[in-house]
């Protein structure tokens, strides 16, 4: 890993994007911002303009991600994308406006979903959410994480690696049920534990995106989202629990596009000397059980 980076902002594109308001607002308890040039709906977990950018659209699914980059780092990011055999090419003036960004450089995962590289993502003040009263943690690691199903999956973990320059944080093998295994691979690019994770399932799934996570500042704050989610009547894929990997204490909820979002606080950080690169068998020490509907 040479070069720090942070999850910037996740673009879904969505029949109906209001569908999601109740689930971001109410439940997640982010703050919705500015709408796009185009008129999409975006979401705030922090001071940053927009993390999560909904375009009305038939894909149902992320159709881009963004990485910020320092200033100063831009143009070697650029580089190692296409030192790494991957196209990549500068967006104008108009599509970074559209970003709130200073620049962009547009490249395609082999997940099918575009990565786009960026300086500048424009700040617009305090954030100030009722319902997550503690904020989440943002700062110098990104909005939180995200994770990509793929069947492509030895060259989206190359991409990953060197065209992203991010390094394995571990993985995990375990079998999910009589005869199917489940494979993830966590990938840092700060002192996140993970800012994206690969999963190889045994076929291609109608989505790519699995879920997004926002990690909370205060571990009560997990608790209340909970019941919230619970009184909402959105499905529960996931109940509190740990996991063992990165120690993340959460929750899982369904969302009406059929993504998750994974509500969470106390993940391990990432050290200088990261010295625990190995497998795990089980996704969490206790808890995370599906919740009847």
């Known amino acids: 890993m040479d070069t720090r980076i942070e999850l910037a902002y996740i673009g879904l594109e969505i029949p109906d994007p209001s569908s999601l308001d109740v689930l971001f607002g109410e439940v997640v308890g982010l703050v919705a911002g500015t709408p796009t040039p185009s008129g999409a709906s975006t979401w705030r977990d922090d001071d940053k303009a927009q993390r999560i950018i909904i375009e009305e659209g038939e894909a149902n699914d992320a159709r881009y991600l963004g990485f910020e980059v320092d200033a100063g780092d831009f143009d070697a990011a650029v580089e190692r994308v296409r030192a790494a055999g991957f196209a990549i090419s500068e967006g104008g003036a108009d599509e970074a406006a559209a970003r709130r960004v ?11 979903v575009e990565v786009e590289l960026v300086t500048g993502l424009e700040q617009v003040g305090p954030f100030d959410s009722g319902s997550m009263p503690g904020g ?36 995990l093998d375990m079998e999910i049920m009589e005869g199917v295994e489940l494979h993830v691979r966590f990938y840092h690019c700060n002192a996140r534990h993970h800012s994206i994770a690969l999963a190889r399932p045994p076929f291609d799934l109608p989505q790519v995106l699995h879920h997004i996570m926002v990690e909370t500042r205060e571990v009560d704050d997990v608790g209340a989202a909970f019941d919230r989610a619970r009184s909402s009547g959105l499905a529960i894929a996931n109940s509190l629990g740990r996991h063992d990997n990165d120690a993340m204490f959460s929750f899982y909820v369904v969302s009406p596009a059929g993504f998750q979002v994974e509500v969470g606080h106390g993940a391990r950080l990432i050290t200088a000397n990261w010295d625990d690169n190995r497998a795990y068998d089980r996704m969490s020490r206790w808890g995370h059980e599906p919740l009847p509907s």
């Open 136 to 171: 989440f943690l943002t700062e110098g690691v990104g909005f939180g994480h995200t994770v990509f199903a793929t069947t492509n999956f030895d060259e989206a973990d190359r991409f990953v690696t060197e065209a992203l320059g991010m390094g394995q944080s571990d993985w």
């Open 102 to 112: 200073q620049r962009l450089a547009r490249t395609t995962s082999p997940w099918g």
